[in-house]
């Protein structure tokens, strides 16, 4: 199995604007890259890193600026085995969390992402595509039956915090024990309650 990690070191994670600034923004989205390699690494895996730049980091990287589902259904085209797309903002993602989904039968695996996303998808099947953005989710199940396949979902509150919003980092901060909660705690981002919220403030 290939596993695919993409990542857009352009502008990343603009949602997060109300807590960090953009060099900030750089910086986490790289810390996040740099965990979710290590945990797929400790899956016994090597990740290639699908980048719209050399990232310059210590796992393969392909460069290839296309946008995020042209340039993923390129490598699927290409590949005869099966290929593993590991979203690189999965703060909270474990080695167990990912064998999980590595594990799981059917020629199409999924774990959602908060807010329609698909943070994992695994290709079994040489016919199925991706198509991100908007709500993928249910564009993966469709395209799964398209191509006469019963995807398989697996569900995962690790796998399925994926950052995007400030609040994201609350769960990064409460249940997370790797470098990306490290970064939070030493970049003074601490949770906080807003309206009945659970969300995050800058303490300084
Ligand atoms: N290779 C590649 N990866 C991308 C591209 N766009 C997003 N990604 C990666 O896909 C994953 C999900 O990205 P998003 O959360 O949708 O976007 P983001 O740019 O990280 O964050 P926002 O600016 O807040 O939308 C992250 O791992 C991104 O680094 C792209 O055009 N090419
Ligand atoms: C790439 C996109 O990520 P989101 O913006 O939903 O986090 C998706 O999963 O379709």
Same mark, same amino acid.
């Given at each position: 199995?290939?596993? &695919?990690?993409?990542?857009?070191?352009?502008?990343?994670?603009? /949602?997060?604007?109300? &807590?960090?600034?953009?060099?900030? /923004?750089?910086?986490?989205?790289?810390?996040?890259?740099? +965990?979710?390699? +290590?945990?797929?690494?400790?899956?016994?895996?090597?990740?290639?890193?699908?980048?719209?730049?050399?990232?310059?980091?210590?796992?393969?990287?392909?460069?290839?600026?296309?946008?995020? +589902? =042209?340039?993923?259904?390129?490598?699927?085209?290409?590949? =005869?085995?099966?290929? #593993?797309?590991?979203?690189?903002?999965?703060?909270?993602?474990?080695?167990?969390?990912l064998?999980?989904?590595?594990?799981?039968?059917?020629?199409?695996?999924?774990?959602? !992402?908060? !807010?329609?996303?698909?943070?994992?998808?695994?290709?079994?099947?040489?016919?199925?595509?991706?198509?991100?953005? !908007?709500? +993928?989710?249910? =564009?993966h199940?469709?395209?799964?039956?398209?191509?006469?396949?019963?995807?398989?979902l697996?569900?995962?509150?690790?796998?399925?915090?994926?950052?995007?919003?400030?609040?994201?980092?609350?769960?990064?901060l409460?249940?997370? *024990? !790797?470098?990306?909660?490290?970064?939070?705690?030493?970049?003074?981002?601490? &949770? #906080? &309650?807003?309206?009945? /919220?659970?969300?995050? *403030? /800058?303490?300084?």
């Amino acid at each position: 199995m290939h596993v &695919v990690v993409p990542f857009d070191a352009r502008e990343p994670k603009t /949602r997060l604007s109300p &807590v960090l600034d953009p060099g900030e /923004r750089r910086e986490f989205a790289r810390v996040m890259l740099h +965990s979710v390699c +290590s945990t797929v690494e400790a899956t016994g895996h090597e990740p290639t890193v699908l980048a719209t730049a050399d990232p310059d980091i210590e796992w393969p990287v392909r460069v290839d600026d296309r946008s995020l +589902s =042209d340039a993923v259904n390129a490598m699927l085209a290409e590949r =005869d085995d099966p290929v #593993a797309v590991v979203m690189a903002d999965l703060a909270l993602a474990t080695p167990a969390a990912l064998k999980r989904v590595f594990a799981a039968d059917g020629e199409v695996v999924l774990v959602a !992402g908060r !807010g329609g996303g698909t943070n994992v998808a695994l290709a079994r099947h040489p016919d199925f595509r991706v198509d991100y953005h !908007g709500v +993928s989710i249910r =564009d993966h199940r469709e395209r799964a039956a398209a191509i006469g396949v019963d995807p398989t979902l697996v569900d995962s509150f690790r796998l399925s915090t994926d950052v995007d919003e400030p609040a994201d980092l609350a769960e990064v901060l409460l249940h997370g *024990q !790797g470098e990306p909660t490290a970064w939070l705690r030493d970049h003074a981002v601490e &949770v #906080a &309650v807003s309206d009945g /919220r659970v969300t995050v *403030q /800058r303490n300084e």
